[in-house]
């Protein structure tokens, strides 16, 4: 069954506390990306991968790190450096750049 | 440089009556353009795209849109709602630099009275 995973559905985090959120995909895709959402906004795309061993900024990278090993994961790292972490993170892949993405089920992070 | 406006937050209609959400665009070359629904708490889900192809688009679930160059509009239609299309609807252009971002509105959210 393809498709997006990301874990955890829900992260609870400690002020001062790094946490990664997951993202696997089975789609052969070489694209991956990062969003974070707000509660009534739009996306804002975070860190994005063209390529294994690649990334690019977005427009709100500050306090995010990236990694990409693997074709197949993409994961998201929330700093202590990020001052509002707060949100649903979405993570999406596409087959190349120009093509439509898709998209995991999100994470929703919280910081206590 | 490529934009994206949504042109109601919000859009209620009652089961059984059509529905339209506008989405005017902004672009330097011929874009392509979609249509995602995001349930609550859930990922996006593409309902349909356009790429130059055909001018009038069908997607999942009923869904279609009309891409109209002259108007730079993307309005997403659809002839009879019914109350699981209650959501929040983006429409979304590509950029055509090298960066092959997504440019998002600001969504639609969609109430279906009973």
């Known amino acids: 069954d393809g498709g997006i995973t990301q874990s955890p559905k829900y992260l609870f985090r400690k002020e001062g506390q790094n946490v990664t959120l997951s993202c696997e995909q089975n789609l052969n895709h070489d694209a991956m990306y990062w969003y974070r959402q707000d509660p009534g906004q739009g996306l804002r795309l975070i860190y994005y991968s063209q390529i294994v061993n690649d990334f690019q900024k977005g427009d709100i990278a500050e306090g995010y790190s990236v990694s990409r090993e693997k074709k197949e994961s993409f994961p998201l790292t929330v700093t202590s450096a990020q001052k509002n972490p707060t949100a649903f993170y979405l993570c999406?892949?596409?087959?190349?750049?120009?093509?439509?993405?898709?998209f995991g089920p999100g994470t929703r992070l919280t910081v206590l | 440089a490529q934009s994206v406006t949504q042109l109601d937050s919000h859009v209620s209609v009652s089961e059984g009556t059509p529905v339209l959400l506008r989405c005017n665009y902004s672009s330097s070359y011929s874009p392509s353009l979609f249509w995602y629904v995001q349930h609550p708490n859930k990922g996006l889900q593409l309902l349909l795209k356009?790429?130059?192809?055909?001018?009038l688009v069908k997607g999942i679930n009923g869904f279609e849109a009309e891409f109209k160059k002259s108007e730079t509009s993307f309005h997403l239609t659809k002839p009879s709602a019914h109350m699981s299309d209650a959501a929040e609807y983006f429409c979304v252009v590509t950029t055509m630099d090298s960066s092959y971002k997504l440019i998002f509105g600001s969504g639609t959210r969609l109430l279906v009275r009973p």
């Open positions: 999406a892949s596409s087959e190349t750049g120009y093509n439509e993405q898709f």
């Open positions: 356009y790429t130059s192809a055909a001018t």
